[in-house]
């Protein structure tokens, strides 16, 4: 084999590799196939074509390259162009663990990290109508809507901790309700006057109507078979309000989610207070919600502070 095809060789052990060795999907190979054939002609363009000679320069060149585009190619965006950098540190990892290399030259450089994209809120009275037009109908199923919504929005809970309650993991006494999180952990979380309301609207005048003749289990939120809830109907319940409602916006499970927390804090909640009420492990990931309080502070200061614009 000849020096020139170097690079091309080596490209062909590691996916082999990566088939038989990794078992990767054929799906995943493809992309890294794709990947790292963009990254071999790049080199070769420039003249590189032996392993062992290829600089952090050119890897960080080929990054700039993609995120920049060319006549045959369009610019990538963030996520694309850290897809390629991974592809790209693997194939350096096996020629360093082949011996092929001396060195990683990929060992410094990290894929491109996406920007923060906030988390979109409501505003309170698009919430107010929404939860309005949700119970609307007086049904035994718009109790139901209405308290599911009432408590989504009331405790932050995600979707699938919602329609996993159980009857006896609502407290009406205490106002309060016990939440199942991801790998099964627990938390108590207020339950504020509305959402309990609701809940008790719906457990004393509805569901005893949508309970089957056998029994429906210690379910909370049932559906009209008598069957738990699932998270795609109780979806479908939140869109059909939001359009009852006239909300123009996309408005998904995590859309009430994210405007609980973010209302909290608009409020004056501690984030770590939030932190515990949303149920995440690290508070790191709660703070995204206070670039959202951030916005609307500098806002608010920029239309009320005599000195704010000149």
């Keep these: 084999m000849t020096q020139g095809a170097a690079v091309e060789r080596v490209v062909a052990e590691y996916l082999s590799h990566l088939a038989v060795e990794r078992g990767l999907a054929e799906n995943t190979l493809a992309s890294y196939r794709r990947d790292l054939r963009r990254y071999t002609a790049y080199l070769?363009?420039?003249?590189?074509?032996?392993?062992?000679?290829?600089?952090?320069?050119?890897?960080?060149?080929?990054?700039?390259?993609?995120?920049?585009?060319?006549?045959?190619?369009?610019?990538?965006?963030?996520?694309?162009?850290?897809?390629?950098?991974?592809?790209?540190?693997?194939?350096?990892?096996?020629?360093?663990?082949?011996?092929?290399?001396?060195?990683?030259?990929?060992?410094?450089?990290?894929?491109?990290?996406?920007?923060?994209?906030?988390?979109?809120?409501?505003?309170?009275?698009?919430?107010?109508?929404?939860?309005?037009?949700?119970?609307?109908?007086?049904?035994?199923?718009?109790?139901r809507d209405r308290a599911l919504l009432e408590v989504l929005y009331g405790t932050g809970a995600r979707i699938s901790e919602a329609v996993g309650l159980d009857v006896d993991d609502v407290d009406l006494e205490q106002s309060s309700v016990l939440l199942t999180g991801k790998g099964s952990k627990q938390r108590i979380v207020p339950l504020g006057s509305f959402a309990r309301d609701a809940t008790e609207a719906y457990l004393s005048k509805a569901r005893p109507h949508l309970t089957t003749t056998s029994g429906s289990g210690p379910a909370m939120f049932l559906n009209a078979r008598g069957g738990r809830l699932s998270r795609q109907s109780a979806w479908t319940v939140l869109t059909r309000a939001a359009r009852r409602a006239g909300l123009t916006a996309d408005v998904s499970p995590h859309t009430l989610r994210h405007s609980f927390a973010t209302h909290l804090l608009d409020g004056g909640a501690d984030v770590r207070v939030v932190q515990e009420l949303l149920g995440h492990a690290s508070v790191t990931t709660t703070q995204i919600y206070t670039l959202v309080t951030i916005d609307k502070l500098r806002e608010t200061y920029a239309a009320s502070h005599p000195r704010a614009l000149r």
């Design 44 to 143: 070769t363009d420039r003249g590189v074509t032996d392993p062992a000679v290829i600089s952090e320069e050119d890897v960080l060149g080929f990054a700039a390259a993609l995120r920049a585009g060319d006549e045959d190619h369009p610019a990538l965006g963030t996520a694309s162009v850290a897809r390629t950098v991974v592809a790209i540190r693997g194939f350096h990892k096996f020629c360093l663990r082949e011996q092929i290399v001396q060195n990683d030259v990929t060992a410094a450089v990290r894929p491109p990290r996406p920007a923060s994209r906030l988390p979109k809120a409501l505003p309170l009275e698009d919430v107010e109508a929404l939860l309005n037009a949700a119970g609307e109908a007086g049904t035994a199923l718009a109790l």
